[in-house]
């Protein structure tokens, strides 16, 4: 059975109404990312972190998986697939897939300061204050910036046993992430699906089309091989 590893971001929860951080009119333009997704941000003020990820968590009660999400999911019917995304949206879990990796976090769960995960709060929100049981503040589930990744050397040895790669919704600009195409060593084809124009190396295969109808051509182009 073949094994297809999908790299995902936030253009694919886009076309679900997850508004993307680096897009015009994306969320940093109304927050400071350094403000409220650096670990030097909780410290200095971690009511405005928390509203800012409550509002998050908030926002997964409006939403639904898309179609991008679903094809995915539904190629697990035919084919071992690992997802590998840099979402802590849980968009990937709803619409059915079962092997995910999440590089930065998961917005519907809490931890502690030492990044021990407490519980699954969903949508709920953090209340100010609130203490782990070992006294330090209860915090998103997130990887900051100016945090290391845990899961990153996970999605290197993934990313290695591919059979097939394919990349949507990420502008491959955030390392670590970014250089998880490096990887792909022993894969027989890599896919990237992108509305935009991008530089691809020669031997990958651009899709130039948003998540949802290029997952549709890759599974097109995927019962063709």
Not at 3 to 24: C, N, P, Q, Y
Not at 74 to 102: M, P, W
Not at 145 to 166: H, N, R, S, Y
Not at 169 to 190: C, F, Q
Request: charged share 25%; aromatic share 8%; with cysteine.
């Amino acid at each position: 059975m073949k094994h297809i590893v999908f790299l995902t971001g936030a253009g694919i929860s886009a076309e679900s109404g997850i508004s993307t951080f680096r897009d015009s009119n994306g969320l940093w333009e109304n927050y400071d990312v350094e403000k409220v997704a650096s670990i030097n941000g909780w410290y200095e003020n971690p009511s405005l972190v928390n509203k800012f990820y409550n509002e998050r968590r908030k926002q997964l009660e409006t939403v639904e998986p898309n179609e991008a999400h679903k094809l995915i999911a539904e190629l697990e019917k035919a084919y071992k697939v690992t997802v590998v995304t840099q979402n802590v949206d849980n968009l990937h879990e709803r619409a059915g897939s079962t092997n995910i990796i999440h590089l930065h976090g998961e917005l519907t769960k809490v931890c502690n300061e030492k990044k021990t995960v407490i519980n699954n709060i969903g949508t709920k929100p953090i209340i100010d204050g609130t203490l782990a049981e070992d006294g330090s503040l209860l915090r998103p589930f997130i990887v900051w910036f100016g945090e290391a990744v845990p899961l990153i050397d996970k999605a290197v040895e993934i990313i290695q046993t591919a059979d097939i790669l394919v990349i949507v919704g990420t502008s491959l600009n955030v390392y670590p992430a970014a250089g998880l195409v490096n990887y792909a060593i022993n894969s027989e084809k890599v896919y990237i699906i992108d509305p935009k124009d991008v530089k691809v190396p020669k031997n990958f295969h651009f899709i130039k089309e948003k998540a949802g109808a290029g997952m549709q051509i890759f599974i097109n182009n995927l019962e063709s091989l």
